[in-house]
């Protein structure tokens, strides 16, 4: 299995005002968040990572040499990391449609090393990760059950639903249906919707494919956080990081 992640995006929620390094370099308890998903990936067996990069990319190519991870890890640049997440993906189509199972996951999440490991070992080949225990709004990305199987997938859900959580931004998929997520990125692309996320495609698969087809963990109780704003900074040193340090091994 390989992981595939992106962080070609310049982050400008979290800073407008003056330059930054890319999220995946931003550092707690003096590591970056790259070698922490390097730490993590290699402790589960994972064979590859390949990072979509695109803004500062030559920053986090240095921090891959840093850490002596050149056979490890592999970057693809994305020209056009201005764009939406899914013209990131869509650069990445050749190791993520790789014809084997691949984790897709976001650069910018610090969290406890089981929620990679209930991913990586779920029964489930097609997989979200889930938290039931979430601010709502319309900023989480959330996933929506009903019966016990996963029927939407987005930040503003439709329908009817009896179960509802965020999700992570970790997710594994086979071959199928990674082919199909890609492609439907580069309908996106193709069709000038330039600014999509790359969580609409996948949402489109998981709506064209019969009920059952994707599975989830359960990872309510686990720390982590996604860095999008200043005061997620604050809340991963503060709340997050603790709680990451003191399960390390």
């Known amino acids: 299995m390989k992981a595939v992640m992106l962080a070609a995006g310049i982050g400008n929620r979290l800073s ?12 707690f308890a003096g590591r970056t968040l790259l070698e922490r998903h390097i730490a993590n990936l290699r402790r589960e067996g994972i064979a590859e990572l390949v990072v979509g990069v695109g803004y500062e990319a030559d920053m986090v190519a240095a921090e891959i040499k840093r850490l002596g991870a050149e056979g490890f890890v592999r970057t693809v640049h994305n020209p056009d990391y201005r764009d939406g997440s899914g013209i990131t993906l869509a650069t990445l189509e050749a190791d993520f449609a790789c014809g084997r199972d691949v984790l897709l996951m976001d650069g910018d999440v610090l969290y406890q090393d089981e929620v990679l490991t209930r991913l990586v070992r779920s029964r489930h080949r097609n997989c979200f990760l889930m938290d039931r225990d979430f601010e709502a709004g319309d900023e989480p990305v959330k996933l929506c059950l009903r019966g016990g199987a996963i029927v939407d997938f987005h930040k503003k859900v439709k329908g009817s639903f009896d179960l509802m959580g965020e999700s992570v931004g970790f997710f594994r998929f086979d071959a199928g249906v990674a082919r199909d997520v890609v492609a439907r990125c580069r309908h996106h692309r193709d069709n000038g919707e330039r600014a999509l ?15 059952g087809s994707f599975g989830y963990e359960d990872v309510t109780g686990l720390a982590w956080i996604e860095i999008d704003f200043p005061d997620d900074v604050r809340r991963a040193e503060v709340e997050i990081l603790p709680q990451v340090e003191g399960v390390r091994v």
Not at 16 to 27: A, F, G, I, Q, Y
């Open 197 to 211: 996320w790359y969580e609409e495609s996948i949402r489109d698969v998981l709506l064209d494919r019969p009920s």
């Open 16 to 27: 407008k005002d003056r330059p930054e390094p890319p999220k995946v370099l931003l550092r």
